[in-house]
C-alpha cells in the first residue's frame, strides 16, 4: 500500500517492515533518527510504548493516548522544525514527532463502509487494548448514544470507562454486553485471526441477529466468522481494510504534505488481500 503510494507520488523512497522486541523499540526510533529515516508506522505492542519514546506529540496523538505514526523532522536555519523531505542540508537538530492515525480511520471506515454514523448510536465495542480503547475514547468523542465496552478483563475497560466519564460524561456507558438491540457491534479484539478462533463474544449472552451493522478490525482474513455469521444473520458488515487504508493514506499524507493517491493505495492493499 505504502509503496504503491511513494510511487504515484513519484517519491525517491521505499517503505519497508522491520521486526523490533518492545524492548528494543526506543533503540529503533533513535536508530531511525540517526539514519536519516522520513518516518516510522508502528503497530501493536508499539504504538502505548511509543507516547514516551518521542520528542513531541501530535494533539492526535495526546488526544487518543498512542501512536502509530513517526515524523522525523529537522530544524533549518530560521529555527522552524520541517520533514526531511522538504528540508536541505545537514542538521544538528532532529525530532521524533508522534502522531495517531488510527481513531479518524475508524470512523471514516465504519461511514464509507457501512453507512454508521456514530452520533447517536447504540454501539458494542468488543475489547479494550491498544486498537479498542483508541476506537472507545474515539466513538465517546463523536457522541455516540450508548456505549457498550466489553473485555476480557473487566480491569482494563474500567480504566478506558473512567477516562470516558471524566471527559464524555453524557455518553452512557456500560461494561457488560447490552440487553437491548444495537446498531453497530466493533471487534477490536484479535480472536478471528487464526482458522478455529471461536466468535470474539459469548453467543449464549448476546445474538448475532440484534446487531444491524458489524465492523472486524481484523482484515486477514478477509472474512472472519464473527464477519460469516453476522451476514448469514442479515447483517451489514465489514472488515478492517478501510480502516487500515485510511490509516495508512493519512500517515503518508503526514510524511509528504501532500494528498495520498488513496484509490491507488486501495487496489495495491485489495490485490495483497484478497489476490485481485
Known amino acids: 500500500m505504502q509503496n504503491a503510494g511513494i510511487a504515484a507520488l513519484k517519491l525517491k523512497w521505499r517503505y519497508l517492515a522491520f521486526d523490533v522486541h518492545p524492548q528494543h523499540l526506543s533503540q529503533a526510533i533513535a536508530g531511525a533518527k540517526a539514519m536519516n529515516f522520513i518516518g516510522l508506522n508502528l503497530t501493536v505492542p508499539h504504538k502505548l510504548l511509543a507516547m514516551n519514546m ?4 501530535d494533539e492526535s496523538a495526546r488526544a487518543w493516548g498512542a501512536v502509530n505514526t513517526i515524523r522525523f523532522e529537522a530544524k533549518d536555519d530560521d529555527g522552524a522544525w520541517r520533514p526531511p523531505g522538504e528540508f536541505e542540508g545537514q542538521s544538528s537538530q532532529v525530532r521524533a514527532y508522534g502522531f495517531n492515525t488510527d481513531a ?63 471527559n464524555w460524561p453524557a455518553v452512557a456507558l456500560s461494561l457488560d454486553y447490552p440487553d437491548q438491540p444495537v446498531d453497530l457491534m466493533i471487534n477490536a479484539t484479535s480472536v478471528g485471526l487464526k482458522e478455529g478462533d471461536a466468535l470474539p463474544f459469548d453467543p449464549s449472552v448476546f445474538s ?26 442479515g447483517a451489514r458488515v465489514a472488515n478492517g481494510l478501510s480502516m487500515l487504508l485510511y490509516q495508512g493514506a493519512k500517515a503518508l499524507e503526514i510524511w509528504t504534505g501532500r494528498q495520498p493517491p488513496i484509490e491507488i493505495m486501495r487496489k495495491a492493499l485489495e490485490r495483497n488481500v484478497y489476490g485481485s
Open 54 to 57: 518521542v520528542d513531541a506529540l
Open 104 to 166: 479518524d480511520a475508524i470512523v471514516r471506515a465504519l461511514r464509507d463502509d457501512l453507512g454508521v454514523e456514530p452520533a447517536g448510536a447504540k454501539v458494542l465495542l468488543l475489547g479494550a487494548g491498544g486498537a479498542g480503547r483508541t476506537a472507545a475514547l474515539k466513538l465517546a468523542s463523536e457522541r455516540v448514544a450508548k456505549l457498550f465496552l466489553v473485555n476480557r478483563t473487566r480491569s482494563k475497560a474500567e480504566e478506558v470507562a473512567v477516562e470516558i466519564r471524566k
Open 208 to 233: 448475532i441477529d440484534r446487531a444491524s451493522a458489524v465492523f472486524d478490525m481484523i482484515y486477514r482474513p478477509a472474512e472472519t466468522v464473527l464477519l460469516r455469521c453476522a451476514r448469514t444473520a
